[in-house]
């Protein structure tokens, strides 16, 4: 079992910067890869961000390229997503999820285990 905890959300306005958290405790949190989605009111959930297990390789939607960095501290047991030059569009709740297995994949089904999701509003 994995539980994983985010932190971070809240209302920015446009431009804006804002740091998610994700605390993980269970299973060897160094070992696996993490990835962070968002879902928006009535659309599905999609991806964000990926990071490899040892944090050598991070992968991202086309969408938040350049403007978000996923990052890692095994030691802390804690994945990261820095937002930076936020936009209206990326209004949404964010979850980090886990999946069993070093490399990454931007599949959400293929994610194992879910936090319970913190929201982020960017005003205009």
């Known amino acids: 079992q994995v539980q994983l905890v985010e932190s971070g959300g809240g209302l920015v306005q446009a431009g804006g910067s804002l740091r998610l958290s994700c605390a993980a405790s269970?299973?060897?949190?160094?070992?696996?890869?993490m990835g962070w989605f968002r879902q928006a009111p009535g659309k599905e959930r999609e991806f964000v961000a990926a990071?490899?297990?040892?944090?050598?390789?991070?992968y991202y939607a086309d969408s938040v390229k350049g403007r978000f960095t996923i990052s890692r501290d095994n030691a802390k047991n804690t994945v990261y997503l820095q937002m930076n030059s936020l936009k209206p569009e990326d209004t949404a709740v964010y979850y980090c999820?886990?999946?069993?297995?070093?490399?990454?994949?931007?599949?959400?089904?293929?994610?194992?285990?879910w936090g319970q999701g913190t929201q982020v509003t960017v005003s205009s």
């Open positions: 990071i490899s297990w040892s944090g050598g390789s991070t």
């Open positions: 269970g299973r060897t949190f160094s070992s696996y890869c």
């Open positions: 999820a886990t999946h069993l297995a070093k490399g990454c994949t931007s599949a959400p089904l293929l994610y194992d285990y």
